[in-house]
């Protein structure tokens, strides 16, 4: 347990300084701190590129992960448009164009700095050094990953949820661990899935909202409908990700 010790310090940090900002009205910002806390800790483990995952890795990672967010969206919304909650709201050319733009271009700069680098990057690093087991170290860096996110969607801000969605959202949010956690595995890079997570923040968010915000897509039954945060999402980024588990597998099995 003691050799745990510097990679679980490092989570109760980022959960109790993230929750402080998430419930004090500082959402926006609260990702933020994970890029000190990672700077801080990689002093104390003198992580190399590699084993933080700061190598590009091959193209047919980067294939699979803009795979992932235009699959399981577009089968959302197409699902979405046959049971008939459906309508398209007119875009803001130079906001809605401007946030999908910067979210695709610098949003994978940014996860990398905040949340991939953290959770996919250093933490990954820190228990794969440990002599953890890639797998172990994927099902512990996804529960991780869940944990920090439980104060946002709790604290009542923007992106709250009613209290009976919540369990629905961490079982989604499992999954979305799952995915990235999987492309670190398969492709020894935290490029990957930071590009990967950033589309799939920048077309769910804009297109099917955040919290209780509807998108532009107008789906209003995000308890059935939502990518992220409906009964849809769990089934849809649950099929995927099994899928992406076999399709990966002769990479992962390559991991020492």
Not at 33 to 43: A, D, H, N, S, T
Not at 99 to 110: A, C, D, H, R, T
Not at 224 to 237: C, K, Q, R, T
């Amino acid at each position: 347990m003691k050799k745990y010790i510097v990679p679980l310090l490092a989570v109760i940090i980022a959960v109790a300084i993230t929750s402080t900002m998430d419930f004090t009205g500082y959402t926006n910002f609260s990702a933020l701190p994970l890029l000190g806390i990672i700077i801080v800790f990689w002093l104390i483990l003198r992580q190399s590129k590699k084993e933080f995952g700061l190598v590009f890795g091959k193209a047919k990672y980067y294939g699979l992960a803009l795979l992932y967010p235009f699959l399981v969206l577009g089968a959302t919304a197409f699902i979405a448009y046959i049971y008939g909650d459906f309508s398209v709201r007119e875009i803001n050319k130079e906001k809605d164009v401007l946030y999908l733009v910067s979210g695709v271009i610098i949003g994978p700069i940014m996860l990398i700095l905040t949340e991939e680098g953290f959770f996919r990057g250093w933490l990954w690093g820190a228990f794969r050094k440990t002599g953890m087991s890639p797998k172990k170290t994927l099902l512990v860096t996804s529960g991780l990953f869940v944990i920090w996110h439980i104060s946002a969607v709790t604290s009542g801000t923007e992106y709250g949820l009613p209290f009976t969605q919540v369990p629905i959202y961490l079982i989604n949010a499992t999954l979305l661990g799952l995915i990235w956690g999987t492309l670190r595995w398969a492709s020894h890079s935290v490029i990957v899935p930071a590009v990967c997570h950033a589309v799939w923040n920048a077309l769910a968010y804009l297109f099917f909202g955040f919290g209780e915000k509807v998108g532009l897509l107008g789906i209003t039954d995000t308890f059935l409908l939502g990518p992220e945060v409906g009964y849809l999402g769990i089934v849809l980024n649950g099929l995927f990700f099994l899928w992406l588990w076999k399709a990966t597998k002769n990479s992962r099995h390559n991991t020492k």
